[in-house]
């Protein structure tokens, strides 16, 4: 064991530890040692320019001004978008009037001529009559729910709680309105004339447009066509030819369903104006005719119009008309509008409902309400346009 003591002190003693306490540990000489590298982090600078300071504040200034300019410009800008929509929906009639040797400027002249005509036996014969009539059906609604018996003659057998006091009322109140509006609009006969003669004025300055469009497609087709890259211009080209023979079918279709809707609707109503005495049978064929504009929402208006003046005669008289407008929708829309709208637009039912509204939405907020009824009128072709590029169909 002593010896075992003996052996590990004299290792202690050559690694240059002592148990004396005068023993010190060597100093480590470290200057041998390679120094070790350390990388400088390198400082990082955000400078701004005077020059891109300049930058930003002149492209805010011009969104600003382009804003304001795009607003006091909007009736020309909405002017121009529907001569170019009517202009590709005209493409191919026009090419139709050339295949018999008709000159272009001539045959713009016959398209003009058959429009306006139409247009004048509108409101020589239609609108006086149609207006006529509305104003006795309103005539008729007001005698109806004023009247001391106030009742519609089966309301009370299909139990609802309808208080004739309380919806006289309601109706008292907002005809009040309706002619303390009436009265404020006569007041402001400058702002009527004015908006006349501007309403005469979008009217001429989009025919006249739409007279150049299709007098020089072919140049402005070119002159588009240049100024794209060169890669694109076969797409571009195609895909005009598609949205034109695209408007052309859903013009079309929609004027056949229209007819077919207004005339369908009118002899229904004529026959139940001999049995049941129910009136305005004309009236109602045409604004149901109108109304087809409107997929879907116009059908649920012309249906309401017709069902309120049944409803003046009789329940047996509101269950047929009902019945019979129910019937034409459903030919409508399983028959007439799969072989023909579906066929020409290529939309489905959920696709044209959200056109409606967004259009609607849109032109609202842009122009009122005339803007909203242009932009729901056009909001299928628009998306009819859209489907084309989306899809990347080409039809020859």
């Known amino acids: 064991m002593t010896d075992l003591l003996k052996k590990f002190r004299k290792k202690i003693v050559d690694l240059g ?6 023993s010190k540990v060597e100093a480590i000489d470290l200057s041998d040692l390679p120094a070790v590298q350390t990388e400088e982090v390198p400082k990082v600078e955000f400078t701004i320019s005077s020059m891109t300071i300049a930058k930003v504040l002149f492209v805010g200034a011009l969104f600003l001004v382009g804003k304001e300019l795009l607003l006091e410009l909007k009736s020309i800008i909405i002017m121009t978008a529907l001569s170019s929509l009517l202009a590709l929906g005209l493409s191919p009639f026009l090419d139709r009037l050339e295949r018999f040797k008709i000159p ?8 003009y001529i058959v429009f306006l005509g139409v247009l004048a036996v509108v409101f020589i014969q239609v609108l006086p009559m149609l207006s006529e009539q509305l104003l006795g059906i ?14 519609i003659p089966f309301i009370g057998k299909l139990g609802l709680n309808i208080n004739a006091t309380d919806l006289q009322g309601l109706v008292a109140n907002n005809l009040t309105e309706i002619s303390q509006n009436l009265q404020s609009v006569a007041g402001s006969t400058f702002d009527i004339v004015g908006s006349i003669f501007q309403g005469v004025f979008n009217f001429v300055y989009t025919l006249i447009l739409l007279f150049f469009m299709l007098l020089e497609r072919e140049k402005i087709g070119r002159f588009v066509l240049s100024h794209l890259p060169s890669d694109t211009r076969k797409y571009v080209y195609q895909k005009t030819i ?7 079918h859903w013009f079309k279709g929609q004027i056949m369903v229209m007819i077919v809707v207004g005339v369908g609707i009118y002899i229904g109503m004529k026959i139940f104006s ?6 305005y049978a004309a009236t109602i064929a045409i604004v149901a005719g109108i109304m087809e504009l409107f997929p879907y929402i116009g059908a649920a208006l012309s249906t309401v119009l017709a069902g309120v003046v049944a409803a003046n005669e009789s329940a047996t008289a509101f269950l047929f008309v009902l019945g019979w407008m129910g019937l034409v929708q459903f030919l409508e829309g399983n028959i007439l509008v799969p072989l023909v709208m579906e066929k020409a637009v290529g939309l489905s039912s959920v696709v044209v409902i959200l056109s409606l509204s967004i259009a609607g939405t849109l032109g609202y907020a842009v122009g009122g309400i005339a803007v909203s009824i242009l932009g729901m009128i056009f909001a299928i072709p628009l998306a009819a346009i859209g489907s084309i590029f989306i899809s990347g169909e080409h039809k020859d």
């Open 17 to 22: 530890f002592s148990h004396n306490k005068e």
């Open 104 to 111: 272009r400027p001539l045959a713009i002249l016959i398209l």
């Open 138 to 151: 309103a005539k008729e609604l007001k005698h109806l729910v004023f009247s001391p018996k106030f009742e």
């Open 242 to 248: 598609d949205v034109q023979h695209k408007m052309a």
């Open 274 to 279: 001999l049995i049941f005495g129910v009136k």
